[in-house]
């Protein structure tokens, strides 16, 4: 099943080209759409036979023609896995000469859930003189409390995947503080359950800036994958429904700049653009020539 969130929190059903309005159909509090989607997904068997009886009755709608929502709007916590990919350690070495380890040495890291927006949002640069890059990832949303969760039982956690950009400010301050600028985590276009996805990894992800492709990957050169990511990440702390990871970026990572539109494209998942802009209180701070880049 693909579920949206739209056009001022409403539940969603994707089917074809149409999102079908089933808000009506389980328990679903327009002021609190985070709490309903966890509730949707501890209860998601019945919940799943509801939305779908209501479809032959629901108000529907071309889905070009609504505004979708984050799909996930307010997690407890956003987890994300920095070098997951050799190509993009390579292209890092190559640009910073400053990627010594990938993810089997950094773990996992967050990022503020305050980042998060949804398709047809908006990027906002906090800075006009330091590079901003996008970075494309396939994001999962944690079904149901995860703690010490083996990866051969991973799959069982992860209630659904969708598409993810990472935006990050290049520097030399922590990747949590460059990464959870307000705006920097946009996700959707819907979310898409794990009953969907036969395997995550072999799915191809691509990116556009403007009509550039920068970034064009199957998910299979990943490191960790997402079972692994899972079990190292609730090895380390209780996860909870809703809970987001975000999986980690391949090569072709590169600068945006306002005015772009940035559009993500996974495989059997779906596509969804951002626009960019400055933030209005955007600081001209030049780049320190001396600072370590990541
Ligand atoms: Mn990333």
Same mark, same amino acid.
């Given at each position: 099943?693909?579920?949206?969130?739209?056009?001022?929190?409403?539940?969603?059903?994707i089917? &074809?080209?149409?999102v079908?309005?089933?808000s009506?159909?389980? !328990?679903?509090?327009?002021?609190?759409?985070?709490?309903?989607?966890?509730?949707?997904?501890?209860?998601y068997?019945?919940?799943?036979?509801?939305?779908?009886?209501?479809l032959?009755?629901?108000? $529907?709608?071309?889905? $070009? /023609?609504?505004?979708?929502?984050?799909?996930?709007?307010?997690?407890?916590?956003? !987890?994300?896995?920095? @070098?997951?990919?050799?190509?993009?350690?390579? /292209?890092?070495?190559?640009?910073?000469?400053?990627?010594?380890f990938?993810?089997?040495?950094?773990?996992?890291f967050?990022? %503020?859930?305050?980042?998060?927006? *949804?398709? *047809?949002?908006?990027?906002?640069l906090?800075?006009?003189?330091? &590079?901003?890059?996008?970075?494309?990832e396939?994001?999962?949303?944690?079904?149901?409390?995860?703690?010490?969760?083996?990866?051969?039982?991973?799959?069982?956690?992860?209630?659904?995947?969708?598409?993810?950009?990472?935006?990050?400010?290049?520097?030399?301050?922590?990747?949590?503080?460059?990464?959870?600028y307000?705006?920097?985590?946009?996700?959707?276009?819907?979310? @898409?359950?794990?009953? /969907?996805?036969?395997?995550?990894?072999?799915?191809?992800?691509? !990116?556009?800036?403007?009509?550039?492709?920068?970034q064009?990957?199957?998910?299979? %050169?990943?490191i960790?994958?997402?079972?692994?990511?899972?079990?190292?990440?609730?090895?380390?702390?209780?996860?909870?429904?809703?809970?987001?990871?975000?999986? *980690?970026?391949?090569? *072709?990572?590169?600068?945006?700049?306002?005015?772009?539109? @940035?559009r993500?494209?996974?495989?059997?998942?779906?596509?969804?653009?951002?626009?960019?802009?400055?933030r209005?209180?955007t600081?001209?701070?030049?780049?320190?020539?001396? /600072?370590?880049?990541?």
């Open positions: 099943m693909k579920i949206a969130v739209f056009n001022d929190n409403r539940l969603g059903v089917q &074809r080209d149409q079908f309005d089933v009506h159909s389980v !328990l679903w509090d327009r002021e609190h759409v985070q709490e309903s989607l966890v509730n949707l997904m501890t209860h068997d019945e919940c799943k036979a509801k939305m779908e009886a209501a032959s009755s629901a108000d $529907s709608y071309p889905f $070009s /023609e609504v505004k979708l929502q984050a799909p996930v709007p307010k997690p407890s916590k956003i !987890l994300a896995a920095p @070098v997951n990919y050799l190509n993009h350690q390579s /292209e890092m070495q190559a640009k910073f000469n400053n990627a010594p990938t993810i089997e040495k950094l773990g996992l967050l990022k %503020a859930p305050s980042s998060i927006i *949804g398709p *047809g949002e908006t990027i906002l906090p800075f006009k003189d330091r &590079r901003h890059d996008h970075e494309a396939l994001g999962f949303v944690i079904g149901k409390e995860a703690k010490n969760v083996k990866a051969s039982d991973a799959h069982q956690y992860i209630f659904g995947y969708f598409a993810l950009m990472d935006i990050t400010v290049r520097g030399s301050e922590e990747r949590t503080w460059r990464k959870s307000d705006t920097f985590t946009p996700i959707g276009p819907w979310i @898409v359950t794990s009953d /969907e996805i036969e395997d995550p990894h072999q799915l191809q992800m691509d !990116l556009w800036v403007n009509e550039e492709l920068r064009s990957t199957n998910i299979q %050169a990943i960790w994958d997402c079972f692994k990511c899972l079990e190292e990440a609730s090895h380390a702390m209780t996860l909870y429904p809703g809970d987001i990871i975000a999986t *980690g970026t391949p090569e *072709g990572v590169g600068p945006i700049t306002k005015g772009d539109q @940035v993500i494209q996974i495989e059997k998942i779906g596509e969804f653009s951002v626009n960019v802009d400055f209005e209180d600081e001209h701070k030049a780049e320190d020539k001396d /600072e370590v880049k990541q």
